[in-house]
């Protein structure tokens, strides 16, 4: 038996990041491999039904897709060194709020800055890419293959609402949420105090695979934000440090008196992502008042690996955005939405005061008509 995890993503993938930030932060012994690797293209891809990272083997043998199912299923059998979901009810809460913004929000400026400035990403991510291709691949080869699977992340590009109009927009507001986490940072490591947590683990993945990687962005956020860049570095080692945080501990904020600078970041939530998942929810649901035969345990589309069920238009800080309805997102909002079922009235009420102050409230109730789960790796109607 293998003594570690294996881990099937590539250096550029933001979901990969986020899964091995974790695997890293918890002391879980591992070795990463390419998605073109033999093992994945023999054992994986058939197993989880689609090209898609990151995949953990697990030392006992277990197939995991999905980085958030990466990460519940480590916390159930391995040995962590922090637990991811923080005890407190408004901080898990706050954890679930950040896992989903981290994960989804931050797409837009991710895909952006990789996608539009070829002048300066072009030739690293003509690299990066390169361990996509099949073993045997030819240089004379490669370029028309580059092209084919970068001309599929352009496209997701525009499904995310990156165009011209809002491509000023995305920058402006990605500006304003350096400089908020840049604040935040300047007292606490992580995104909840001396250790991280789910919020953190979702927030490397655009934050590292794109925006502290690509040319273009790597170099925005060191001039802008230094201490975001160092953070993206601390995400990925193992050991703690505590050069910029002397006195620090791993205690987590006090609930009742969160920081101000981690409340600005969620005000920022709500204006950023809120609109957006609303819309997403409203034409989800309207979607599945069309489709009253829809069968539980399907994704309610001819072909079961596909991810978007249309899109949805919506006011996006003064313009308007059409992005694609991804039910992956209602899955991670129902982590948010059953933990605040699952609280006592007193943690209730301390929850619906603090995303209430942020303008987040919608957030705890709107929800889809059926639940999304997943099953065999693909995300299903129950
Ligand atoms: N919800 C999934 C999303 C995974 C995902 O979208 N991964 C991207 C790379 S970052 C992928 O595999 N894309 C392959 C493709 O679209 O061909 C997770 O969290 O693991």
Not at 78 to 100: D, G, N
Not at 109 to 135: G, I, Q, T, V
Not at 280 to 306: C, E, V
Not at 323 to 339: A, N, W
Request: proline fraction near 5%.
């Amino acid at each position: 038996m293998r003594q570690h995890h294996t881990l099937f993503g590539m250096h550029c993938s933001l979901y990969t990041a986020k899964a091995r930030s974790y695997l890293r932060k918890q002391g879980i012994p591992f070795e990463e491999h390419s998605v073109s690797s033999k093992e994945y293209q023999a054992a994986i891809l058939p197993t989880v039904q689609r090209m898609i990272m990151p995949v953990i083997k697990t030392a006992q043998g277990d197939i995991v897709q999905d980085s958030a199912d990466i990460i519940r299923h480590c916390e159930a059998h391995a040995t962590v060194k922090y637990p991811a979901v923080p005890e407190s009810a408004v901080l898990a809460a706050i954890s679930h709020l950040f896992e989903l913004f981290g994960g989804e929000g931050l797409l837009r400026p991710a895909m952006h800055y990789r996608w539009n400035f070829d002048e300066l990403n072009l030739n690293y991510l003509r690299s990066e890419f390169r361990c996509l291709a099949p073993a045997g691949t030819s240089e004379a080869d490669w370029p028309q293959l580059f092209d084919f699977a970068s001309g599929r992340m352009r496209k997701a590009a525009k499904s995310f609402g990156v165009s011209d109009e809002s491509g000023p927009v995305i920058e402006s507001a990605y500006d304003e949420f350096l400089q908020l986490f840049e604040a935040h940072l300047a007292t606490f490591p992580y995104l909840l105090g001396g250790r991280p947590t789910l919020g953190d683990y979702a927030l490397m993945g655009p934050l590292y695979a794109h925006l502290y990687r690509d040319p273009k962005p790597g170099l925005l956020m060191r001039q802008k934000a230094p201490r975001v860049a160092r953070w993206v570095e601390r995400m990925n080692t193992a050991e703690e440090n505590r050069v910029d945080y002397e006195t620090a501990s791993d205690t987590l904020v006090p609930d009742n008196d969160l920081p101000d600078t981690l409340l600005a970041l969620m005000r920022f939530v709500a204006v950023d992502f809120l609109p957006e998942m609303l819309a997403h929810i409203n034409f989800a649901n309207q979607w599945l008042a069309s489709k009253p035969d829809l069968q539980s345990g399907t994704n309610g589309l001819g072909d079961p690996t596909r991810r978007f069920i249309g899109a949805a238009e919506f006011s996006w800080r003064g313009i308007s955005l059409k992005t694609s309805v991804i039910p992956y997102r209602f899955y991670l909002l129902h982590y948010l939405q059953d933990g605040y079922a699952q609280a006592t009235d007193t943690e209730q009420q301390a929850i619906d005061g603090v995303f209430k102050a942020c303008g987040l409230s919608a957030l705890l109730s709107t929800r889809t008509t059926r639940r999304v789960a997943r099953k065999d790796h693909l995300e299903i109607w129950e």
